[in-house]
């Protein structure tokens, strides 16, 4: 079956403007998540979606981030007023109950910030 | 905070010979401990777990153990391969048992034919 998905895969933009990142998650995963990795590091948490329930919001760092996730499945990231150090690979990954479970990841949206 | 400590950060070995990547994490409540082969220009994909109820894994040429007393896992790669070359991350769950994954800043590893 299809994987996750996410688009664009490339963004180029300017300092200052908004930027909205997608992710399709795999279909009938309640689960979903979006990691920020950055060049040659890790994958830094962001934010977390289960369900119905409050998401997890605890891992953005500024309040420039906002995600949302319509109908408990496609999630928009949205970066407003960014800056040169958001650029990076924003990952998703989606799981089936949000457990102690694989994660699939998407292949990521590369954002870069001029 | 919650923390994955994950030594070294580049590693090469000869083709055939063994690797190990180490981890230690900070929170006792962590219970799950997945770790990633990420591809250079790929997505991270899940090569092994394991639960904290359980001291070792092993699938094939890939093993993992953990110390939950120290804190500590690793991961053993045997008959290395010049396709494991690429990043590992491991990974442990959050507290109180949530998943969202507090991850290692990898390892790049290189198979050397």
């Known amino acids: 079956g299809a994987g996750v998905s996410q688009s664009p895969s490339n963004k180029v933009t300017e300092k200052g403007k908004d930027v909205e990142l997608r992710c399709d998650p795999i279909s009938g995963h309640t689960a979903l998540y979006w990691y920020r990795q950055s060049l040659g590091q890790g994958l830094e948490f962001l934010i977390y979606f289960q369900g119905n329930s409050a998401p997890d919001k605890s891992g953005l760092p500024s309040d420039r981030f906002s995600a949302e996730r319509t109908g408990g499945s496609v999630s928009t990231l949205t970066i407003q007023r960014t800056q040169q150090e958001d650029s990076a690979v924003y990952l998703c990954?989606?799981?089936?109950?949000?457990?102690?479970?694989?994660?699939?990841f998407g292949p990521g949206t590369r954002l870069l910030v001029l | 905070g919650e923390n994955v400590e994950q030594h070294p950060s580049t590693l090469s070995v000869q083709e055939g010979d063994s690797a190990v990547i180490k981890c230690t994490y900070s929170d006792s409540a962590s219970n799950y401990f997945p770790w990633y082969k990420q591809e250079l220009g790929k997505r991270p994909q899940l090569i092994i777990d394991i639960r904290s109820n359980v001291g070792e894994k092993k699938d094939q040429r890939i093993a993992v153990t953990l110390n939950k007393t120290a804190k500590h896992f690793s991961l053993h790669i045997t008959e290395t391969q010049p396709e494991d070359s690429a990043v590992y991350f491991c990974?442990?769950?959050?507290?109180?048992?949530?998943?969202?994954?507090?991850f290692g800043t990898g390892t790049r590893l290189k198979v050397l034919a």
């Open positions: 990974a442990a769950s959050g507290r109180s048992g949530t998943y969202k994954y507090i």
């Open positions: 990954a989606s799981s089936y109950r949000g457990g102690p479970e694989t994660q699939y």
